[in-house]
């Protein structure tokens, strides 16, 4: 299931990748197996459907709290932009 994370979370078909982000944020929620994903995640901040950057949005905060290697101080900028997205439900 891991490999290709990318492609899974940025597939044309919204309803699996919705369900995979919600198992990965649930799975974050109590345990670090994701964490090694960050660079990945983190490259998704920029794409262009909002959907993705909602979803990669929830993963990269779920996984804030496994970040020994301060890989979110590198991105926080970047994370932080979606506050003003230009679609209003990712800034929210």
Request: with cysteine; glycine share 2%; aromatic share 10%.
């Amino acid at each position: 299931m891991k490999e290709n994370i990318v492609a899974k979370l940025t597939a044309k078909d919204d309803k699996y990748a919705c369900g995979l982000a919600d198992k990965i944020i649930s799975e974050s929620q109590e345990t670090d197996e994701w964490y090694e994903y960050f660079d990945e995640f983190a490259s998704l901040l920029d794409h262009p459907k909002s959907l993705v950057r909602n979803r990669v949005l929830y993963i990269l905060a779920a996984n804030a709290q496994w970040d020994v290697e301060n890989r979110f101080d590198k991105i926080i900028s970047d994370f932080l932009t979606h506050i003003t997205d230009e679609k209003p439900i990712t800034a929210r």
